[in-house]
């Protein structure tokens, strides 16, 4: 990739104060781009300091919106603001995201839309504020998970990684002729405040139990940094990924490609 290519360009990533959306705002602001971090946290809370700091340091800025992917008016105050600015837009992550780590039985209907409407359609109020601005060469990644791609206990958390998968396609063709690309992105267990903040709710017995789990179902036999899947994303938003559109790219240490026979075959003895 030119070195160059993300200045002069803006980038919205939602989620962008922790976790892989910090990751990926700090790797996009030390390619020189402008990001625009949605995210419900503060811009007071310290969670934000490094990033700030990333922006200052490589010259390139970062503008903190702290809205909730949910609502409409987040999404056409945004469009808006990016349409004053001037910066042509060629860059949205969906990467915010909750998780409730409950079975279809153990959920209500309140929680099951609340989840919903953070994960899936918030994807969709972006990609259809926002791809309209976009012009040809622009890319939009959607954050799903090896959730999206398998059965998993969590039952509206899976279903909206599903759905993402959808969104994906439907998109990728309607915005196909505008020359956007729309991919998804669909990471394994990736060591972030979710995944401390859904073992906090359980026990330590049983975080212990997830973690292991996760390490013995992955060919790598560990868990993500969220660096590794900002790298996957940078690459799928830029030149590089020019021919790569209404994919979904596991990024999950060979968990869905082949993680199941792999413990069985350790278990026999074949592996
Ligand atoms: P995280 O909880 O550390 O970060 C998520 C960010 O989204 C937080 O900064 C949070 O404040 C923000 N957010 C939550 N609700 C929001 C809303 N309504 N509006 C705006 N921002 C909101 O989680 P993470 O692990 O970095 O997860 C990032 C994405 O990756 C999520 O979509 C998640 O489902 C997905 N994912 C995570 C894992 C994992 O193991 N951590 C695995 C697969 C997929």
Known sequence: ?????????????????????AAEVLRLLKAGATVYAVDVIPDDDPLWDALVTAAHTSGATLIIRVADVSQESTWTGLARDILEAGLPLFGLVNNAGITLRKKVTETSAQE????????????????????????????????????????????????????????????????????????????GLVETPMILQANVVHNAEKAQLFHQGNADATLLSRGADPDEIAAAVVFLLG????????????????????????????????L
């Open 239 to 270: 030149p590089d990924a020019s021919f790569i559109t209404g994919a979904d790219l596991p990024v999950d240490g060979g968990m869905s490609g082949g993680g199941v026979y792999w413990r069985i075959g350790k278990g026999t003895g074949d």
């Open 112 to 187: 099951w839309d609340h989840l919903l409407d953070i994960n899936l359609k918030g994807a969709f109020l972006a990609i259809r504020a926002l791809a309209p601005l976009m012009p040809a060469g622009a890319a939009i990644v959607n954050i799903s998970s090896v959730a999206g791609l398998i059965g998993y206990f969590s039952a509206a958390y899976t279903t909206s990684k599903w759905a993402l998968r959808g969104l994906t396609r439907a998109a990728a063709l309607e915005l196909a002729d505008q020359g956007i690309r729309v991919n998804t992105v669909c990471p």
């Open 1 to 21: 990739m030119n070195s160059n290519y993300w200045l002069g360009k803006a980038v919205v990533v939602t989620g962008g104060a922790r976790g892989q959306g």
